[in-house]
Antibody, heavy 113, light 108 residues
Framework: QVQLQESGPGLVKPSETLSLTCTVS????????WSWIRQVPGKGLEWIGC???????IYNPSLKSRVSISVGLSENQLSLKINSVTAADTAMYYC???????WGQGTMVTVSS | EVVLTQSPGTLSLSPGERATLSCRAS???????LAWYQQRPGQAPRLLIY???SRAPGIPGRFSGSGSGTDFTLSISRLEPEDFAVYFC?????????FGQGTKLDIK
């Protein structure tokens, strides 16, 4: 059974780079596409972007200039980087297989000095 | 960008009743690429329906999706206590993939 687990710093300072990892277990990472999605607590869901099995990426235009998604095949991991973060980037961050078929449990990131 | 509007914002029903949730798109959803998710407090969303009407593996038969084009519906035939949660629709037919704002289903 495929499982996803997000990890990374829970606190990031303003203007710095948010870096998260999603470890995929129970199945290969290279045969699907993968997404990152975030949610401000108590609010709705925002799609950040996704990476396809050929390595191509698409991003939400609202974040496009600051975001990068990549895959580490040997580690079976997905990564997310958002640079120049502000308080508005404070959210629960989820990785998901496809556009949302299977989700990780999420990791909370707070942007604060 | 495809804007999804869900209604109602909150739906108050009793166990055993039927729930009907709506998701309307600002433009046609390509290939009916519309999904529904359930989110319980403190949990990640869970996929219920994909491609507008296909149930995800393990999802009970009381959940059904319908619709096409710009108008989509999630129906829950007989509400169980565990069904009271927040429901989101999502279109993944054109980038950026967008979500509706959610419908909260609570116990009357």
């Amino acid at each position: 059974q495929v499982q996803l687990q997000e990890s990374g710093p829970g606190l990031v300072k303003p203007s710095e780079t948010l870096s998260l990892t999603c470890t995929v277990s129970g199945g290969p990472i290279q045969t699907y596409y993968w997404s990152w999605i975030r949610q401000v607590p108590g609010k709705g869901l925002e799609w950040i972007g996704c990476i396809y099995d050929n390595g191509s990426t698409i991003y939400n235009p609202s974040l496009k200039s600051r975001v990068s998604i990549s895959v580490g095949l040997s580690e079976n991991q997905l990564s997310l980087k958002i640079n120049s973060v502000t308080a508005a980037d404070t959210a629960m961050y989820y990785c998901a297989r496809g556009s949302g078929g299977i989700w990780g449990q999420g990791t909370m990131v707070t942007v604060s000095s | 960008e495809v804007v999804l509007t869900q209604s109602p914002g909150t739906l108050s029903l009793s166990p055993g009743e039927r729930a009907t949730l709506s998701c309307r798109a600002s433009q046609t959803v390509n290939s009916n690429s519309l999904a529904w998710y359930q989110q319980r407090p403190g949990q990640a969303p869970r996929l219920l329906i994909y491609a507008a009407s296909s149930r995800a593996p393990g999802i009970p038969g009381r959940f059904s999706g319908s619709g096409s084009g710009t108008d989509f519906t999630l129906s829950i035939s007989r509400l169980e206590p565990e069904d009271f949660a927040v429901y989101f629709c999502q279109q993944y037919g054109s980038s950026p993939y967008t979500f509706g704002q959610g419908t909260k289903l609570d116990i009357k």
